[in-house]
Structure formats: C-alpha cells, structure tokens
C-alpha cells in the first residue's frame, strides 16, 4: 500500500457530484484507494456514500467508503467484480440524493444539539432519520415546543460554514465539544469546526468532519419523533426529514 493521501474532495465542496480520479492502490480486503475522493467516508455516526466508477472499459458500482490508515480512503464495491487496475484514470459519481439527504439529516442534528443544550452521548445519521442520544434526567415536557424550536431555526435560513483550529486551542476550549462518546480526531494539528449562522446571529459552533448543506433552509421541516428511554439518564432523541 502506498503511504500517498487521498484528496479530500467532500470536505473542499460537499456539493461535487463527480470528479476525475486514478487508482492508487487495493487493499488486501478488495478495497479501491483513489488520489482524491469525493466519496465521505464512514464515520462520525454519518454512512459512507455509494455511487459508481467508470473507466475506460469499465463500471463498477460502489456500497460504501471507509477509512484506511490516517490518510488514506477505501471504496468497497457492491458486488464482486474486477478492480481498474491500480494507476488507472477514472471518473467517480455519487449518489448524490442518498448523500444530500444525509447532509439535511446531519445539519439538523446540530440544531437539534442547540435546541436541546445537553451532553451528547451518541448519535447516527440516516436517509431519511437521525437520531441524538443525551445525558437526560428527566424527558423534555414537551415535544412540541422542541419541534417548533427546531424548525423556526431552520426556517431562519442560517449559513453553514466551517473554519480550523488548533489542537491546542481546541483543547483550551472544552466546551465546544458536545459528544462525550466521541473525540475529535486530535493528533493531526488542526481540527475544524463546523459553525451555524454568522456574527451575533451564530447558534452553534462544534468540532465536526461531516458533510453539511450550505443554508439551513435546506434542510427542509423535521419532526421529532417519541424520545426514548436508553438507560438511567440515557434519553435518545430521533427526527425525520418531513419530505
């Protein structure tokens, strides 16, 4: 395996729906490592993205990406069927609504996390859902007021962004990591944040290597659906994408 980096192309434009790529390497699991990808990886509670690959002579479908080493990403095929070569010139295309819908899903998790101003203990994103799972006592008492909460700031068409710190800094400023269960990747010598809305009007501020939209209007409504008991303080909070 070659110690090459795989271009994050998703984290420079999470909007790109193909891209021009070549084959570095396979994994000995019969995975597929390009020199850039705009396929996001598993993790973070977020799936890996599916789509295809075409080369000259060939089509391969794709069921998910994951992570290989610390720099490196795998695309897993669909179903057994010959690799391209390594070194090969190909294009890469996304399923792009799979995707989109998991960027909706995975920008109103934030929300929801301001809305609901407790520990994260938890979370995945899905297609259609997402859930939250919080350090909570006690339920909220009511879950309407919460879904109306969470869909005025939606309504607010807020802008998505990101911007970089150091680890150190990160590390001087605890507060602004929400999820108990998992760390941001530290190591590295920078983490980036993923910030809603802009100035005075900025709602939320947190590490994250997601895939967002761009505006919170995009998201479209969101219901909450009935909070779950998950253990003694353990409450998990589900919302689904209303179209």
């Known amino acids: 395996m070659t110690d090459t980096h795989t271009r994050l192309l998703f984290r420079e434009d ?5 891209a021009p790529a070549q084959v570095l390497a396979h994994t000995p699991e019969g995975g597929i490592v390009l020199d850039a990808s705009i396929f996001y990886p598993t993790g973070g509670g977020q799936p890996g993205d599916s789509g295809r690959l075409e080369w000259q002579g060939g089509t391969l479908d794709i069921a998910t990406a994951v992570k290989v080493g610390p720099a490196q990403i795998a695309l897993v095929a669909a179903e057994p069927r010959p690799l391209p070569p390594v070194g090969t010139s190909l294009r890469q295309y996304l399923d792009w609504e799979r995707r989109h819908r998991h960027m909706r899903v995975h ?6 996390s301001v809305v ?13 859902r997402g859930r939250l799972d919080f350090d909570m006592p006690e339920p909220p008492a009511d879950v ?10 939606i309504d607010r068409d807020l802008p998505v962004g990101e911007q ?3 680890d150190a800094e990160l590390a001087a400023n605890p507060g602004l990591v929400k999820t108990m269960s998992v760390r941001p990747p530290a ?5 980036r944040l993923v910030r809603i809305g802009q100035g005075a009007g900025q709602v939320d501020l947190q590490p ?3 895939t967002h939209v761009a505006r919170t209007a995009e998201i479209g409504r969101v219901e909450i ?6 253990g003694r303080q353990n409450r998990r909070v589900s919302l689904t994408l209303a179209d």
Do not use: F, M, S
């Open 208 to 210: 994250c290597g997601g």
């Open 144 to 153: 309407g007021a919460l879904n109306e909460a969470l869909n005025a700031l």
């Open 107 to 112: 920008t109103a998790l934030h929300l929801l």
């Open 225 to 230: 659906g009935k909070i779950e008991n998950k």
């Open 116 to 128: 609901i101003p407790l520990p994260v203990t938890g979370g995945q994103i899905g297609a259609e």
């Open 187 to 191: 190591g590295q010598g920078r983490v």
């Open 14 to 18: 999470a909007y790109l729906r193909d």
């Open 164 to 166: 970089w710190i150091t």
